[in-house]
């Protein structure tokens, strides 16, 4: 290599670092290795693309756009360029006088677009260009929730799976898939290892496993696009519809255990079978008098005209049935 062009190089290394570290008449003077020259070639290289001391300042730096709105971005140089201009497919734009170019684009709709600016100067480093930080975004088209490979009820201890899709939605790397149980949220996805730019379709499961306590619970999952301080001051967030969960759970008593009362004629006494269950449990009586084998469908019974005896209830659902016994002992008046 000539002793010209490796003085450039080191003129270049100088102009970045300040010195080498060996004086150029000894470097030139020296049998340089074939390594050592594409080493520092390779540092003017890197200084001569990189932003570091190229004075080129993008306002703002980072700008955050939603699909078909529009969008401008001024470049400025802190010294005199020959060319400063935007590299860019849509709003291309240079000058050879000013201090200062912009980018614009009416309606921003290209998912690929790049724009950088770019500047030629007459001292080192002589060329220089910064990308700009460009984040196009779409909110998705529906957000939607339903159980997967289920229709109907949900039966308690069962575990199900909860789906919610997410159509069209750019940046996917920006989005957040939260999960409600009425007004509480129970999960959340992220999607930041995905880097594709245009719209885009995804999913996120929820497992549950439901208990009585989620019978009428309301699910819903909401797309939320976090983009960051130089978005929105609301973050774009789409909501799915509610999915009301209907949860079956069999019949159980509210006070389980054998029940023994006192019948003292001609004063009422209350039979309270109610249960809990869901379906509604529907309710029959057994007595061990022929005339009294059916009494009622109800869940309580008030009456003053049972007899000393056993009484059996049945509370039934489509799930399971149980029963409760009551047992009436004849007492007198005031005794």
């Known amino acids: 290599m000539g002793g010209g062009l490796c003085s450039n190089i080191v003129q270049c290394y100088v102009a970045k670092h300040g010195q080498v570290g060996i004086s150029l008449p000894s470097l030139t003077a020296m049998t340089m290795g074939r390594n050592s020259l594409q080493w520092i070639s390779a540092i003017c290289m890197i200084y001569l693309v990189s932003g570091e001391g190229c004075s080129l300042v993008l306002k703002p730096a980072r700008v955050v756009v939603k699909f078909g709105e529009p969008v401008s971005v001024t470049c400025e140089a802190a010294r005199r360029p020959r060319v400063l201009g935007w590299e860019s497919t849509v709003g291309a734009a240079h000058t050879q006088q000013d201090l200062s170019v912009q980018w614009k684009a009416d309606s921003l ?3 690929i677009e790049e724009p950088i600016c770019y500047g030629v100067f007459s001292t080192a480093p002589r060329q220089c260009e910064e990308k700009l930080n460009l984040v196009l975004y779409k909110t998705p088209d529906s957000v939607s929730i339903r159980l997967v490979n289920h229709t109907g009820s949900m039966k308690e201890g069962k575990e199900y799976q909860l789906l919610c899709e997410v159509q069209n939605i750019a940046p996917v790397q920006y989005l957040v898939l939260r999960w409600y149980r009425d007004q509480t949220e129970v999960y959340h996805s992220a999607f930041t290892e995905l880097t594709q730019s245009s719209p885009v379709q995804v999913s996120s499961i929820l497992l549950i496993t439901p208990t009585r306590a989620d019978n009428g ?7 939320e696009l976090d983009l960051g301080p130089e978005g929105p001051q609301l973050a774009p967030t789409v909501s799915s519809g509610t999915l009301n969960a209907s949860v079956h759970y069999p019949p159980n008593f509210l006070s389980p255990e054998p029940e023994m009362l006192d019948l003292v004629v ?7 079978c109610s249960a809990t269950g869901y379906p509604t449990p529907i309710y029959s009586w057994l007595s061990a008098h022929t005339l009294q084998e059916t009494l009622t469908d109800e869940a309580i019974i008030t009456s003053s ?13 489509r799930l399971d049935s149980k029963s409760k016994r009551f047992l009436l002992k004849a007492r007198s008046k005031g005794v």
């Open 109 to 111: 709709i290209d998912w």
């Open 217 to 223: 619970a309301q699910y819903r999952c909401v797309a």
């Open 266 to 272: 001609g004063e009422e006494v209350t039979l309270n």
């Open 305 to 317: 005209s049972l007899l000393p005896g056993t009484y059996t209830c049945t509370a039934s659902n």
